[in-house]
Nanobody
């Protein structure tokens, strides 16, 4: 069974950076599909970016996905069984609750394990 624990987030000024972490417990870290999602107030949860077991990274659809590619870095560390989202040049519109999702590759996102969510607020 996969379990995930998030950390990071908080209040930051526009233009600054934050790094989110998602620690994964499970026996097959490098074979999981893992992603970051966000949920803005009054909006549905949406994909930010995900990494597949082969290391390929996909992003949200444009135009938001283009902005993510320019400013965010998704990475994973197998030694620590942790996925990261380095968020740079943050904007007020990045304000949201961010969730990580980890799943076995044959399962759907809904069947995966969700982190508890972490609030990111970008404001001066």
């Amino acid at each position: 069974q996969i379990e995930v624990v998030q950390s990071g987030g908080g209040l930051v000024q526009p233009g600054r950076s934050l790094k989110l972490s998602c620690a994964v417990s499970g026996s097959d870290f490098m074979n999981y599909t893992m992603g970051w999602y966000r949920q803005r107030p009054g909006k549905q949860r949406e994909l930010v970016a995900r990494i597949y077991e082969n290391g390929h990274i996909s992003y949200a659809d444009p135009p938001y996905g283009d902005s993510v590619k320019e400013r965010f870095i998704l990475s994973r560390d197998s030694a620590k069984s942790t996925m990261y989202l380095q968020m740079n040049s943050l904007k007020p519109e990045d304000t949201a609750v961010y969730y990580c999702n980890v799943r076995e590759k044959q399962k759907s996102v809904q069947e995966g394990a969700w982190g508890q969510g972490t609030q990111v607020t970008v404001s001066s």
